[in-house]
Structures are given as C-alpha cells and as structure tokens.
C-alpha cells in the first residue's frame, strides 16, 4: 500500500494544490477525490494513465471540480477504459450522478459506477454531518495484510472516526487528516482535537497551508514529506 497526495491544500490554498492523493492499493490504483486542481495536475505530472479506480469523500468543489474533465480526458484523449467509481452508498451515487448528468450528459459513458462492497479491504466511515451541517462525507480505511491506512476526507469532528478506528483489530495504522490551526474552523479538525490520538496512532496532517503550521503541533504536515508526494 503506497500513497502518493497530488495536493495537500484547503479549499482555497491555491498554491498547496486540492487535497487528493493516488492510492496504490492491492494491485489497484485509486484516485481519492478529484477537486480543481485535481485534473492539471495528473496530466502534468503524467499520471493521469495510472487513474483507473476514483473514490470521492465529498462532492464539494475542492474534492470533486476537475471530476467530468477527468472522465472526458480519459475517453476523448486516451480512448482507455472507463474507469471506475467506487460509491459507499446509493444515495451518494446518486449525487455523484447528478454532479457529472449536467456537464456530461450520460455519466455511464463515462464512468463505471461500483458499490464499494465488492472491493475487499475497504471501508467507508459515514462523517455525514461533520463537516458541514446535514452534508454527506466520508472518512476511507483501506486494510492489507499487516498495515491499515486511514484517509479522513474533510471532517470537523474527529472523535466518531477515531472512536470505529478504537475497535478496529489493532494493527499499524496511518491516519491522514484534515487539519486547521484556527480553533473557530468548525469545518476541519483543529490540530489540538488530535492530541488524544496521538499515542495510539500515526496521524498526518493535510488541508491546510503549512506555512500556518503553529510551533507546538506534533503532528507532520503531509505537504513537507516528500516521500509522501506525487
Ligand atoms: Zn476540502
Ligand atoms: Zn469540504
């Protein structure tokens, strides 16, 4: 399991790129999220032929503008395969295919819709409500052997996620959170939220401008870990 994150930003840290990440994942490449900035940067870093499976942890436009320029680049420019969007609910994929129905008329044309319980290993965690009121989002574990990886989506309220991940058979997990210096964001999870974690899990933050990073959080930023970066 390797993670690649093509953007470390928030919503509007333009210069850090939208938070989104490549997920090789038992033999499978997963795009998580595909904002904005999503789409320029696979085809400048080349990697846009790698995208088969896409996994999306909320519709808002920093995790899913660049979607319908994605799916159309892949069938008009590289003639590949439709590749696959992986939904943890019907309901989700329906708005998934109400996003794309409007900017490219016949999603199915472009994209293979499939339920998130034909890929072994994958959970999704419903966050519904704790970014933004009655909004859906989701939190991603995705578990091999003998590691697991955690993947939070935009969530303001940490302590649901960690409280399933508490009895989750213990293993090596790695959490890659969303995470805000300013206490009054109650969209993201402020860094101080994440103390009570920190012995029981490797946590590392994203979405945010690293250059806000205060002095006392102990957590690394995903954007200063090179290896870490696509
Ligand atoms: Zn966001
Ligand atoms: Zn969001």
């Known amino acids: 399991m390797q993670i690649k994150f093509l953007g470390t930003g928030g919503a509007f840290d333009v210069d850090y790129l939208n938070s989104a990440a490549i997920l090789h994942f038992r033999n499978r490449n997963i795009l998580i999220d595909c904002g904005f900035t999503v789409f320029p940067t696979l085809v400048k870093k080349n990697l846009i032929k790698k995208v088969e499976y896409i996994l999306l942890t ?30 943890p609910s019907e309901q989700f994929k329906q708005h998934i295919f109400d996003l794309l129905e409007i900017q490219v008329k016949d999603p199915e044309k472009y994209a293979e819709f499939v339920p998130l319980d034909q890929f072994p290993g994958i959970q999704a965690i419903d966050t519904f409500g704790q ?20 993947y939070s989506g935009d969530l303001g309220k940490p302590d649901a ?39 029981r899990y490797e946590i590392f933050g994203y979405h945010c401008d690293p250059t806000l990073n205060p002095a006392d959080n ?13």
């Open 161 to 199: 996620l960690f409280d399933k991940l508490d009895k989750m058979a213990v293993m090596k997990t790695c959490v890659y959170h969303d995470i805000t210096f300013e206490p009054d964001n109650t969209g993201h999870t402020y860094y101080k939220k994440l103390f009570p974690y920190i012995s």
């Open 58 to 87: 909320h519709l808002h436009n920093d995790h899913s503008g660049s979607l319908a320029n994605l799916l159309l680049y892949k069938s008009i420019v590289e003639h590949s395969k439709r590749p696959i969007i992986i939904y």
């Open 131 to 150: 970014h933004s009121e009655r909004y859906q989002t989701y939190a991603y574990v995705f578990e091999d052997e003998d590691s697991r990886l955690v």
């Open 218 to 230: 102990p957590f690394r930023l995903v954007f200063y870990q090179k290896e870490l970066m696509a």
